[in-house]
Structure formats: structure tokens, C-alpha cells
């Protein structure tokens, strides 16, 4: 009876945790809460889009190659400077870690009450959710109304530039007026490579290897373009940093800006963790068992240092009992970074940011796409009325957490190495022992073979490649045939067999809802322990599957 309750009560604590409860039907996928309107996404295809092409090499680099700032200024004083309005922000750079580091402490501000507005890259299924005031994406109303009062300023600009604004610096721009228009505090984000005023904190999050051709070809090249939004004597957030080459360049270029430097790992430190025994899984062993853990664990975060001194006036250590709803052990680091410039926020005039809305915030954060955890929707309603029925005192009809259940659906955006590492640690957290299909889609221009090469320590027991538009277009779409071949170059190079099991199987789909179609039959004929379909290599794939696959998350 223990075992049949277990669907229900990790999908309660899902939705307890926040997470888009997107309830789909039988036949089709669920809505999105929000879309972008096709008026606007016709006027923004007037402009260069890099995203869909792909960044032309160097550009993020302090060379004549690079992206000129200059235009950018220039296009903000059309728009009245908007970004000078704003009464507190903060700069987050890095490669991995951005987003969630963005939305830990954007929950913060909002839980002391701040009106805190948002700009983040990519979006998962719309454009709107880049633009974001109070953790609601800009609704296609008040876009639209944005374009009509300001598009012809910037028509205007894009000519006087010689056409060399793209979409990217245009919606940056817009952002930055909407935030002004609602006077929202507290902005948070900026991908371009500096910003274009001095925040009162800048945040680098975890620098490793990504858009290398753009980023000058090296780690350290890409740490110094990471580093270009510090500013002088303006404190720097650094949060963990796994590669000691990187975290060196960061460190001499913020000697050479004299700019405080507050090492997030030092001065926000978790305890080890601290599972909360589920009422539910007594004597229980199965995946569902651990997922539900996970989610209910509570951790003791300690405050120390400069961060610990902002909220108390001394740093004498200040402990606080926290739970983060976004999983896994590098979100910790995220974590971490958010608090620290919460911190900093609060010593630049935020003074409402206190230690009752640090716990608040982090424990109300969710992020799509990060380790999230679904359902396909008729395996949710099933396990409803199983529990249901046991409420009742009726039979659930299976147990629920065995082989007659169908597959957990793992949507995560990670394309790097090191995200894909992280990703395989969170999922053998969340699964231990389940069995594990594999579903892959990525963008041509990132490191396949390391992506494979750390994901294969989830030992799944087949991998389905396939293939999804990049930013709505096929230019920057690595085929299913190309994502095989890094696998098994990444087979050579790690082991081909799985330990005590038999070679992975490899599979190629077209479209990633028949390659998810493919994951589910492959778990289906396992029996067995219930299984997980991980959808990754990329936000874009993540996106697709929201969009054409029928969750319920």
C-alpha cells in the first residue's frame, strides 16, 4: 500500500515545488502559458539573428572582431537610457549556472518584496520568457504595445547602424525599457559580453567550454570574456569555479580593476545534506523513493564573511534551514552565488532583503528546463486515480512504483561537458538503480564527444538520437548520425560495455517526439523497476518536448 501512494506523493511534492503543472491531454501536448505573438516575431526577423546562424567567430572578444558596444549605447539613448532608471541591479556572466543563478535571486528580491525585473537567453518555448517582471514573462499584450511605441526608434537606429543591429540587442534594449515602464528594481542579466552601466554586483557563474570559436578558442579566453562585466571597484560574485585556469584569469582582471572580489563558495557553505525521511517510503527502495527524498531534503546553508555581515553586521557565522527546490548538487553553487549578491544588493540600498526572504526565495525558485521532472500526462491521471481509489480503500490497481508504471520524463537543457556531468550525478541522485533511455538532441557547435563522454556514466540502456531546431531554424541542428558517432568515439575513449550489463543500445529517430515515442517502448519491453526518459542536449530540445509531447510536469 506504501508503494501504490508513492506516484501521488512525488507528484505532490513536484507541484509543491512550483513547477509548471501543465495538465495535457490524451491526444496532444499541453498548451503553453504564454506565446509570442506572430506580429512580433515577424518584425523582430527583420534583424540579424545569431542564434539561428550562429555567432561569427570571435565575436565575444575584446578584438576589432568582436560586438560593438558603442551601437548598443546608441540605441539606448534613443530609447531615453532606460537602464539608468533602474535602483539596484545585478550582472550575471558564466557559462553554466546563469539562469538558475538568475532565478534564485530574482525569487529572493521578490520575496522582500521587490518588483525585480529579468533578462535572460535563450528562451524555452517563447520569446516572452526573457523579459520577466516579478517571475512573470512579458505577457503578448504589453510586447506588442512595446513594439508600437518604440519600434520605429529602433527601425530608425537599425538604419543609422548600417543594419548591423541584431534581434539579440534589439530585445535587450526593449527589456530594458519595459523594466523602466514598470518600474521594476533589481534587473538581473545581460549575455552580451559588458554591461552598459555599473551594477552594484557582478555575478560570474561557472566558467567552462562553450561557444569557444566566438570566445577566442581557449579557457581562458572565454574567462576573459566572462570577465568583461566587471567594472571598476564594483564588487564581483564568484561562484565555484571547476576549472583553476579560468578562475585565474577572473582573478587578475578583478586585481586589475581593484573590484572586490566575494567568493561564493567560501561565504555561503551548505551542510552536508540532511535527507527528511518520507512518511511515505518507509521501507521502501525504489527510485520513486529517492526522487521524493530529494525533493523534501533540507540543507543548513551557513553565512559567513561580507555576506554574513550584510545581514547581521558582523560576519560572525549565521546558519538558516533551507530547501532548493532545483535539484542537484551544482545548483548548491548556484545557490551560493545568488545569496552572496543578494547580499551585496542589500549593502547598495536593497535593505528589504533580509534572512526570512533569502530562505523564501530560494526555497520558492523553479526554472524549466533545469532537471525538471514530468510525467507523460496519461501516466499522471492513472496514478491520480490509483491514489484516489487508495484513499478510499479501494485497490490502486498496480504498485505504482514497479514496472506497470510508466517511464519519469527528465527534461534538462544541459550542452556542455561539465553541465552534462553535473546532469548524470543529479540523475543517479534522483534514480539510483532505474533503467534509463536516453533522448538527444543538440545544437552542431558544442562539444559532442565530452557531452557523451560524461553522460555515460548514467549507464543507460539506450540512447535515441535525433534532431531539433536551433532558435526555430535547421543552420546550427547537429544531425542524429553525428550525435552516434560522438557516442561511440566517447564509448572508445570511457569503456564500451556498461558495467555488469550489456552494450548500450543506439538508436536513430527523425523527430524527437518518435525518438521519445522509441525511449518509451524500449522501457516498455524492459520491465522491470520504472524507468526514465532523459530528454537533454540542448534548452531547444527541452523546448520541443513541451511543446509536442503530451507531460504533465
Known amino acids: 500500500m506504501l508503494r501504490t501512494l508513492q506516484p501521488a506523493a512525488v507528484a505532490a511534492a513536484l507541484a509543491a515545488a512550483g513547477g509548471r503543472r501543465a495538465a495535457a491531454g490524451r491526444g496532444g501536448a499541453a498548451p503553453a502559458p504564454y506565446s509570442t505573438s506572430a506580429g512580433a516575431l515577424d518584425w523582430l526577423r527583420k534583424f540579424t539573428n545569431y542564434e539561428q546562424s550562429g555567432v561569427p567567430q570571435a565575436a565575444g572578444t575584446n578584438t576589432d572582431a568582436g560586438f560593438d558596444l558603442a551601437r548598443m549605447r546608441r540605441l539606448l539613448a534613443d530609447l531615453g537610457d532606460p537602464h539608468h532608471a ?6 550575471v556572466a558564466g557559462t553554466k ?143 565555484r569555479q571547476p576549472d583553476a585556469a579560468a578562475e585565474a584569469v577572473l582573478l587578475q582582471r578583478a ?119 514530468c510525467q507523460f500526462a496519461e501516466d499522471a491521471e492513472a496514478a491520480a486515480e490509483a491514489a484516489a481509489r487508495a484513499a478510499q480503500g479501494g485497490s490502486s490497481g498496480g504498485d505504482g512504483g514497479g514496472g506497470e508504471a510508466g ?29 534509463v533511455a536516453v533522448v538527444m538532441a543538440m545544437a552542431e557547435d558544442k562539444q559532442h564527444r565530452e557531452f557523451c563522454l560524461a553522460l555515460r556514466a548514467v549507464e543507460p540502456s539506450v540512447v535515441v538520437f535525433t534532431t531539433v531546431a536551433i532558435a526555430g531554424g535547421a ?8 550525435l552516434a558517432g560522438a557516442w561511440q568515439a566517447a564509448a572508445i575513449l570511457g569503456g564500451g560495455r556498461r558495467r555488469g550489463g550489456p552494450r548500450t543500445r543506439e538508436l536513430i529517430q527523425a523527430s524527437l517526439t518518435a525518438a521519445v515515442e522509441r525511449a518509451r517502448m524500449e522501457l516498455r519491453a524492459q520491465r522491470g523497476e520504472r524507468g526514465v526518459v532523459l530528454v537533454c542536449g540542448s534548452l531547444h530540445a527541452v523546448g520541443a518536448a513541451l511543446a509536442q509531447l503530451p507531460l504533465a510536469c
Open 86 to 91: 533602474w535602483p539596484a541591479a545585478a550582472h
Open 255 to 373: 586585481q586589475e580593476l581593484d573590484c572586490p572580489v566575494i567568493h561564493a563558495p567560501q561565504e555561503v557553505e551548505f551542510a552536508a545534506a540532511k535527507a527528511a525521511a518520507a512518511s511515505s517510503s518507509s521501507g521502501s527502495s525504489g527510485s520513486s523513493d529517492s526522487l521524493l527524498q530529494l525533493l523534501r531534503q533540507r540543507r543548513r546553508m551557513v553565512l559567513r564573511g561580507q555576506t554574513a555581515a550584510a545581514f547581521v553586521g558582523s560576519g560572525s557565522p549565521v546558519e538558516l534551514d533551507v530547501r532548493l527546490r532545483l535539484l542537484g548538487s551544482h545548483q548548491l553553487d548556484n545557490a551560493a552565488a545568488a545569496v552572496a549578491a543578494a547580499a551585496c544588493l542589500r549593502r547598495h540600498g536593497l535593505d528589504r532583503v533580509d534572512l526570512r526572504s533569502v530562505a523564501a526565495g530560494l526555497e520558492a525558485a523553479t526554472l524549466p528546463g533545469r532537471f525538471q521532472v
Open 97 to 239: 549556472g546563469k539562469g538558475s543563478t538568475v532565478a534564485m535571486l530574482g525569487s529572493i528580491l521578490a520575496a522582500a518584496g521587490y518588483k525585480a525585473g529579468a533578462y535572460t537567453s535563450p528562451h524555452i518555448q517563447a520569446l516572452n520568457e526573457r523579459i520577466a517582471v516579478g517571475g512573470r514573462p512579458i505577457s503578448d499584450a504589453d510586447l506588442e504595445g512595446l513594439l508600437a511605441r518604440h519600434g520605429g526608434a529602433v527601425e530608425a537606429a537599425h538604419l543609422r547602424e548600417g543594419g548591423a543591429l541584431s534581434d539579440f540587442e534589439i530585445v535587450t534594449a526593449l527589456a530594458y525599457k519595459h523594466f523602466q515602464e514598470q518600474q521594476a528594481g533589481g534587473g538581473t542579466g545581460l549575455a552580451a559580453r559588458g554591461p552598459l552601466m555599473p551594477p552594484d554586483a557582478s555575478v560570474i557563474a561557472a566558467v567552462g567550454h562553450d561557444h569557444a570559436a566566438a570566445l577566442g578558442g581557449s579557457i581562458e579566453s572565454i574567462a576573459a570574456a566572462k570577465a568583461g562585466i566587471m567594472q571598476a571597484g564594483r564588487p564581483v560574485v564568484l561562484a
Open 407 to 435: 517511464p519519469w520524463v527528465v527534461l534538462d537543457g544541459a550542452h556542455t561537458p561539465e553541465s552534462s556531468a553535473a546532469l548524470a550525478s543529479t540523475l543517479r541522485e534522483a534514480f539510483p538503480t532505474a533503467p
Open 475 to 482: 543552420a546550427r541542428a547537429a544531425g542524429p548520425g553525428q
